[in-house]
C-alpha cells in the first residue's frame, strides 16, 4: 500500500472533510433537526409577533431546544455516514487507498464543522431577529457558539458510537437517551456535566463551551484509537482529558445550585 | 404453499435476523428499570420498539425478492421470530414497576403503538434501503415523538405523559397509532411488482407507464 506524504495528509483531511461535510448537509437526518429547529424558532416568532407579553427569558427556550434537538439529529447523521463501510462492506475496498482511517475519521470530524457552522448562523440569525422583536440579553451571544460546540461534541459522539459499537441502532438509543432523560427540573452544580447545560455567567458559559470542545477532541481520540494507537493520539487523547477535567472543575466550583445567575 | 413457515423454516429465518438491536435494548432498558425511576418506563418501551424495527432487515432481501415466496410471508416468518421475545423482555421489564389495570393497558396500548409504527416505518423505508430500514426506522420514530410533542396535549397524538381524559384517552391514541402502523406495514408488504392500487391514467399498455 502507497502512503500520502506528511505534508498532503493536510490537504486529505481538508478534501475529506469537504466531502463528507456537503453529504452531511444534504442527509435527510440533518434536515430533519433542523426542521425541527425551525419548528422551534416558528413557536417563539409566532409568539413575538400576536403576544406582547412574549421575553426571550421565557420563551425563547423553544429555539434553544430546537437548536439542542437538530445538535442530536446530526448526531445520527454523523453516525449513519461513519457507518457506511460496515454497511455496505467496503472496509478492505477502502483500506487499499492511500488514506488510513484516522485520516478518514480526522475528515469526519472536520465533516462535523459544516452543520455546526451552518445551524449556528441560522442561530445567529434568528439571535438577530429575535433583538429586534424582545430584549435579548449579551450573553445570548455566547450560548449561540455553545451551539456550534455542541454540535461538534456530538457529532464526535456519533464517531465514537460508529468506531467502537457499530450498530444502526447505537446511535438512535444514545438519542432517545438524550432526548428522555434530563438531570431534574431542580438546578444542581453537578448538571454543568449535562452538555445541554446553559449557564448564565459570561465567562462559566465560555468555560462550558471549552469542556464541550474537549469532549470533543476526546471522543475524537477514543474513535481514533479502534485503529491506531500512535503518539499524535495519545498527546491528543491527554490534553483533551486535562482540558475536560480543568474546565469541569472550573464550573462545579463557579456554578451555583441556584437557578437564574449562575445555571439556567 | 402454507401461510406459516415450519419450525426449520423459523429456525433458518432466525439466524438471519440481526439480534444486536434488541441486546442493546434489553440491555440499556434493564440499566434504566433497575435505576428505579418509574417515570422512565417509557425508554425500555421506546427501545425494544426501536429494536423490533430491525426484524426486517435481511442482507439477503434483493435475492429473495426473486423467490416464489411473497414478501408479506417473509415478513411475517420474520416477525413470527421476531415479536415474541421482543413481548416477553418488555413485560419482565415494565412489569416491575406497573401497578392497576388502566396502567397495564395503557402500557401495553403504547408498546402496540410504537411496535406497530416502527414496524410500518421500517416496512416502508426496507422498499428505499435495499431491505435494511431498521437504521431508518428509529430515529423516525424519535421525530414523530419529538413532533407529537410539540402539539397541545389535547391534540397530542402520540402522547408520553398525561392527558386529558386521563387512561382511556392515552389508550385510543395508542390503539389508533398501532392501527395506523399496521395498516402501513400491510401496505408496505404488497409485493413491488405487482400492479399499483391506484393507476394513472396513462397507466395503460403502449404508454411504457404499465405495471406487470
Redesign the interface.
Known amino acids: 500500500m502507497t502512503t500520502i506524504s506528511k505534508r498532503s495528509v493536510g490537504q486529505v483531511t481538508l478534501a475529506l472533510a469537504r466531502v463528507d461535510g456537503r453529504h452531511l448537509l444534504k442527509s435527510p437526518?440533518f434536515l430533519?433537526g433542523l426542521g425541527?429547529a425551525l419548528?422551534g424558532t416558528a413557536?417563539f416568532v409566532h409568539g413575538t409577533l400576536t403576544d406582547n407579553a412574549t421575553t426571550w427569558s421565557n420563551d425563547g427556550w423553544t429555539v434553544g431546544a430546537g437548536f439542542i434537538?437538530a445538535a442530536v439529529?446530526a448526531m445520527?447523521a454523523v453516525n449513519?455516514a461513519s457507518l457506511r463501510d460496515y454497511?455496505e462492506h467496503t472496509g478492505e475496498q477502502h483500506g487499499s487507498l492511500p488514506t488510513n482511517q484516522t485520516l478518514r475519521l480526522a475528515g469526519m470530524f472536520g465533516a462535523v464543522l459544516w452543520p455546526a457552522i451552518v445551524s449556528t448562523l441560522l442561530l445567529g440569525v434568528v439571535v438577530v431577529f429575535a433583538s429586534t422583536q424582545v430584549d435579548v440579553p449579551a450573553i445570548t451571544i455566547v450560548h449561540v457558539l455553545h451551539n456550534a460546540a455542541l454540535f461538534l461534541m456530538l457529532g464526535s459522539t456519533g464517531l465514537a458510537i460508529a468506531a467502537w459499537i457499530p450498530?444502526?441502532?447505537?446511535a438512535?438509543?444514545v438519542?432517545?437517551?438524550l432526548?428522555?432523560?434530563h438531570p431534574g427540573e431542580i438546578p444542581a452544580t453537578w448538571h454543568v456535566i449535562w452538555p445541554f447545560a446553559t449557564l448564565g455567567t459570561a465567562s462559566l458559559a465560555t468555560w462550558h463551551i471549552v469542556y464541550l470542545l474537549g469532549l470533543a477532541l476526546l471522543l475524537t481520540a477514543t474513535a481514533t484509537a479502534r485503529w491506531e494507537r500512535e503518539r499524535a493520539q495519545a498527546i491528543v487523547f491527554l490534553g483533551s482529558a486535562a482540558t475536560v477535567a480543568a474546565s469541569f472543575t472550573v464550573l462545579v466550583i463557579g456554578a451555583c445550585p441556584q437557578a437564574g445567575p449562575c445555571l439556567l | 404453499m402454507p401461510v406459516v413457515k415450519s419450525t426449520a423454516g423459523l429456525r433458518h429465518t432466525a439466524r438471519t435476523v440481526p439480534w444486536h438491536p434488541m441486546v442493546i435494548a434489553t440491555v440499556v432498558g434493564a440499566t434504566v428499570v433497575a435505576s428505579g425511576h418509574a417515570r422512565l418506563v417509557v425508554i425500555p418501551t421506546t427501545l425494544l420498539a426501536a429494536a423490533a424495527g430491525f426484524a426486517f432487515d435481511d442482507p439477503s432481501h434483493e435475492t429473495l425478492a426473486a423467490s416464489p415466496s411473497s414478501l408479506i410471508r417473509r415478513r411475517l416468518g420474520r416477525l413470527i421470530v421476531v415479536i415474541p421475545p421482543t413481548i416477553i423482555v418488555w413485560a419482565t421489564l415494565v412489569s416491575q414497576g406497573v401497578s392497576g389495570i388502566d396502567e397495564t393497558l395503557t402500557l401495553v396500548a403504547m408498546f402496540a403503538g410504537l411496535v406497530g409504527l416502527t414496524l410500518g416505518i421500517a416496512g416502508v423505508a426496507a422498499h428505499r434501503t435495499g431491505g435494511r430500514g431498521g437504521a431508518v426506522a428509529s430515529p423516525v420514530l424519535l421525530l414523530a415523538l419529538i413532533i407529537s410533542a410539540l402539539f397541545p396535549p389535547h391534540w397530542r397524538p402520540l402522547p408520553l405523559g398525561d392527558v386529558p381524559g386521563g387512561w382511556p384517552a392515552l389508550q385510543a391514541r395508542w390503539s389508533t397509532a398501532a392501527a395506523i402502523g399496521t395498516l402501513v406495514l400491510l401496505a408496505s408488504c404488497r409485493d413491488p411488482a405487482r400492479r399499483r392500487l391506484l393507476r394513472y391514467p396513462t397507466d395503460r399498455p403502449g404508454t411504457g407507464r404499465q405495471h406487470v
Open positions: 437526518l430533519a425541527i419548528l413557536v434537538l439529529f445520527l449513519r454497511r450498530s444502526g441502532f447505537a438512535p438509543v438519542a432517545f437517551a432526548y428522555f432523560i
